[in-house]
């Protein structure tokens, strides 16, 4: 035991006959310190101030070109939610799809919507569009990848533009 008390002896004595060390040694010790109190700030700032979600609720149009021969179509999105969560409607070719595993974080959207794909007498294959979205106000810059199905296909981006609330009109 005496041995161990003398070498914690001379290391606190290199320590004291140091400037240099033990500056540097008080300086980790702060930053340390400060490190694990702004974490713990942020932390206790998060349970006070929640998140705001961002506004994409309602409904988005996009001109979507495919990356197959004279595929240009006008796709719909129709978001919804609180929170993190994001459901709705997404089209694929002009059809509806529901949205599945939505959710957003910030300014970026992910969901992901299925189509089946029938290719003669053969059976329908499933194939899962993957959607990414970064919202910039009034848009959301888009990327689609798909997988599975009868072929393979490369990412496809777009954007997709706020559809502004349509007023109601009267009816005579």
Same mark, same amino acid.
């Given at each position: 035991m005496n041995e161990t008390r003398t070498q914690v002896d001379r290391l606190i004595?290199?320590?004291?006959?140091?400037? /240099?060390?033990?500056?540097?040694?008080? %300086? !980790?010790?702060?930053?340390?310190?400060?490190?694990?109190?702004?974490?713990?700030?942020?932390?206790? %700032? !998060?349970?006070? /101030? #929640?998140? @705001?979600?961002?506004?994409?609720? !309602?409904?988005?149009?996009a001109e979507v070109t495919y990356d197959w021969k004279n595929a240009k179509y006008i796709e719909i999105f129709?978001?919804?939610?609180?929170?993190? #969560?994001?459901?709705?409607?997404?089209?694929?070719?002009? %059809?509806?799809?529901? /949205?599945?595993?939505?959710?957003? @974080?910030?300014?970026? %959207?992910?969901?992901?919507?299925?189509?089946? #794909?029938?290719?003669?007498? !053969?059976e329908p294959r499933v194939a899962i569009h993957h959607y990414r979205g970064r919202l910039l106000g009034d848009e959301i810059n888009f990327s689609m990848q798909t997988e599975g199905g009868y072929s393979e296909h490369i990412p496809v981006e777009f954007i997709a533009k706020r559809v502004p609330n349509k007023e109601i009109q009267p009816t005579d």
């Open positions: 004595s290199k320590i004291k006959n140091n400037p /240099i060390l033990a500056f540097l040694i008080v %300086l !980790g010790s702060i930053a340390i310190a400060l490190s694990a109190f702004t974490d713990a700030a942020r932390n206790l %700032l !998060g349970l006070v /101030i #929640e998140e @705001k979600r961002p506004a994409i609720n !309602g409904e988005w149009k129709t978001f919804k939610g609180e929170g993190d #969560e994001v459901y709705g409607t997404a089209s694929f070719l002009r %059809l509806r799809r529901g /949205i599945l595993e939505g959710k957003i @974080k910030k300014d970026t %959207l992910e969901f992901i919507t299925k189509t089946q #794909e029938v290719l003669g007498p !053969g």
